[in-house]
């Protein structure tokens, strides 16, 4: 049984199924982050009292850097979507909406760049 007006159906209009993806990246990011952020806050503990050439070696482990590059990327994607979502919310002017959401997306991977830089340089340094 369908419920869409016949003239709903010529004009192709309904569900863009697109919300649903968005919802799942979103929760998908969230369980990723909870074991990640509880691994980097016992890690830090366990290096907070240590000189900067203990933290450069424990950054140095290749594990290390691997699971902090995933915590960058799965943290800074959240929290696109996340303000993605804020802003088509709140936000009712399109134009502003739009040019809020490129710039919001924008800073997001620039800061996310900058982080895994930061991190592969050291990792990667001899």
């Not at 709903?8 to 919802?23: I, M, N, Y």
Request: glycine share 4%.
């Amino acid at each position: 049984m369908k419920f869409r007006t016949p003239l709903a159906r010529v004009r192709g209009l309904g569900s863009a199924r697109a919300g649903t993806h968005h919802w799942w990246m979103q929760r998908l990011t969230a369980i990723a982050l909870v074991p990640l952020s509880i691994w980097f806050v016992a890690s830090l503990i366990s290096v907070v009292s240590a000189d900067h050439a203990t933290v450069i070696a424990w950054l140095h482990s290749p594990l290390v850097a691997i699971l902090c590059c995933a915590l960058i990327v799965a943290t800074f994607y959240h929290g696109q979507l996340g303000v993605q979502v804020v802003l088509e919310d709140y936000v009712h002017s399109e134009w502003l909406k739009l040019t809020s959401i490129v710039l919001m997306q924008l800073l997001s991977l620039l800061l996310a760049a900058i982080c895994l830089f930061a991190v592969l340089s050291i990792a990667f340094r001899s």
